[in-house]
Structure formats: C-alpha cells, structure tokens
C-alpha cells in the first residue's frame, strides 16, 4: 500500500479554481450520506433491513458485469451512477483524497469544462473495460477509482516533476517527497503486481484502475503534446509548495 499526498494540495488552498474538481468531491460524498452505506439514513432500518437495502443499492446503481454486457436497459448507466457509490467510509475518503490532491492541479491545466468530460469520460470506459474482462462476474463494482486513476495518468504527463509527499508503509511510514514520475509509476506497478494476483470473493478493481491510468496519460499525451508539459523552469507552476 502506498499512501500519497502532493503540492496540488497547498496550491489549491491558494488558488481554488477547481470547480469541477469540487463538485465531484461533494457529489460523491452527499451521494453516501443519502445511501443506505453510510448508516445515518434512518430510512433504511437498521440490522438485517439495512443489510438487504446495501445489497439492493449496490445491485441498483452499481456495474454487474454479466447484466451490463446482456445488454439490459436498465444496467446502460451504470457506468456512470457506479463512479459516485462507495463501498466505505475508507473507501471513500481515499478517493476523495486522491482526487483533490491530484484533480486540481489537472483541471486547472485542461480547463473545467474539458477536464469534467475527461475525469468522467474515462471513469465510465475503465468499468466498462473491466466489465468486459470479466464478462461472466456477477459482483457489483462501484466507485471512481477508474476516473481519479485518469486523472494521476494526466497529472503524471502534465507534471511529471511535481514533487509528491509518500508514506511507505515498509520504510515504516517515513515521508519522501518524489518528483511524480517517480511515485506515480511505482503505484502503477504496484496496481499490476496486484491485477496479477487472483482474488476470491469481492475485491479491489485493479484493472479499472490501470485502465484508467493508461486512459488519462495517452489523452493528455495525445490532446497536448510536449507543449503542455511543466518543464521546471517555474516552481510555483510545477507544484513545489508545502501541503
């Protein structure tokens, strides 16, 4: 596990002209308060009830593989209603987190109206392309890791040098700050390494996290060019600033 936080962070405490960025963090959040997931729904019930209206929450709004590919009506937006459930409180909160420290400085760059495409866009293709992997699963999968997995793809592109503070549990959580083609690539590996891996019962989308990535880095290499890279010259535009 690897646990990241960068200079977008402090920037966008000084310049916060990431609407879009925002809104997606509130969407996300208000949509689990509301849900039977985050307990404080009293209209859920609780015990055994509050159990069985989770399981239809993640069935009705969340990507089951088999259903989506049957090509059943009410499975199509899927796609997009899953990347605002969560599973957690963890599980939110640490997309929530990725995605402020990283989608500010991006959407700052590719502009609000093109990144929210963009971020959403690839979010909806890296569960369909898991979908498509495991065409027979009938487990749910929700979340936005596939859109935020995009958005550190672009950032790494866009900002290749912005340092990024890391906690590496094996060096016993000891803080280093990387430039981001340093940290980024190593959670890359770290998310094949796991994709790898065979896992029984509910999991962690590893593949529609490395999709996601793949998605965000060729767009932006592809819609920007050397052009658009932060090249060092200005440390304020590379993101060298305190959290």
Known sequence: MLITWGAAA????RHPAAPVTYALIAACCAVFLLSPLSGFNPAYGTGDRLIAAQQAY??????VPVELLSGKPRSAL???TALFVHGSWLHLLGNMLFLYVFGVMVEERMGHLQYGLFAVGCGCLALFAYAVAHAGSAQTLVGASGAISAVLGAFLYLFPRARVTSLFPFLFFLPLRFPAWVVLPFWVALQWIAAGQRQHGPGVAYLAHLVGFSLGFVYSWVRYGRTARVKGQDPATEGDSQP
């Not at 993640?58 to 990507?63: I, L, Q, S, T, Y």
């Open 10 to 13: 402090g920037r966008a405490l």
């Open 58 to 63: 993640f069935e009705r709004w969340g990507v």
């Open 78 to 80: 899927t796609p997009l």
